[in-house]
């Protein structure tokens, strides 16, 4: 079955604790992504990647860190967490179009709840 | 900054009617997406619009876009109970993918 996976799907965690969420597709995806969703502001783009070791920022990309090693994993790392980092999550991957950027539909995971106190 | 804009940020209509939601965007864009999202779960695509189409259908969907208005239009025709949740417009901008706040869809029964 094509899917987005991510692990884990909840977790709480205190400031400061290294945290990391990963995320795994199965489609051979070129692009993939990451995003987080706040009441009333919708999903911000934090991360991308357009292939492997190629990695973008997207909007709010202060305080996260990426990695694309393999074309299948994109994990999310928070190296010291806040409290305003407690958000949902979620991971995307698509194919890539002509001209290199993701005119494709994505495939979203089906997020993690992060709490940090 | 939020790229797409939906509005209204909610609406409530009875089962049967049709429900249509906007979009406004700023910056050129290359497609322009719709995307459907049942309470706290992930994002399920719904349909796809280029930069050069002007309408495109998808069962009960039908999806406008108006380049020189910058904006997009969604139409759910004979909605039903399931059609509950929130629907978004994404947008292109480079390679960076713009979502807008939303607009929760509630249908009455």
């Known amino acids: 079955e094509a899917q987005v996976t991510q692990n884990p799907r909840y977790l709480i965690t205190v400031t400061g604790k290294k945290l990391t969420v990963t995320c795994s597709q199965n489609?051979?995806?070129?692009?993939m992504s990451w995003y987080r969703q706040d009441p009333g502001l919708g999903l911000r783009q934090i991360y991308y990647?357009?292939?492997?070791?190629?990695?973008d920022k997207g909007d709010v990309p202060e305080g996260y860190k990426v990695s694309r090693k393999e074309k299948r994993n994109f994990p999310l790392i928070l190296e010291s967490p806040s409290p305003n980092q407690t958000s949902l999550y979620f991971c995307?991957?698509?194919?890539?179009?002509?001209?290199?950027?993701?005119?494709?539909?994505?495939?979203f995971g089906p997020g993690t709840r992060l709490t940090v106190l | 900054s939020q790229q797409g804009e939906e509005d209204p940020q909610a609406l409530s209509i009875q089962e049967g009617e049709n429900a249509t939601m906007n979009c406004s965007y700023k910056?050129?864009?290359?497609?322009l997406q719709w995307y459907r999202q049942n309470s706290g779960r992930g994002l399920v695509h719904l349909i796809l619009?280029?930069?050069?189409?002007r309408e495109k259908h998808s069962g009960r969907l039908r999806v406008t876009l108006d380049t020189s208005k910058k904006s997009s239009s969604l139409l759910i025709t004979a909605s039903r109970a399931a059609d509950t949740a929130s629907y978004f417009c994404?947008?292109?901008?480079?390679?960076?993918?713009?979502f807008g706040k939303g607009t929760r869809l509630h249908i009455l029964p």
């Open positions: 910056t050129s864009i290359n497609n």
């Open positions: 995307a991957s698509s194919l890539l179009g002509s001209g290199g950027f993701s005119n494709n539909e994505q495939f």
């Open positions: 990647s357009m292939n492997v070791e190629v990695t």
């Open positions: 489609m051979n995806h070129e692009y």
């Open positions: 619009i280029r930069s050069n189409e």
């Open positions: 994404a947008t292109n901008r480079d390679d960076k993918i713009i």
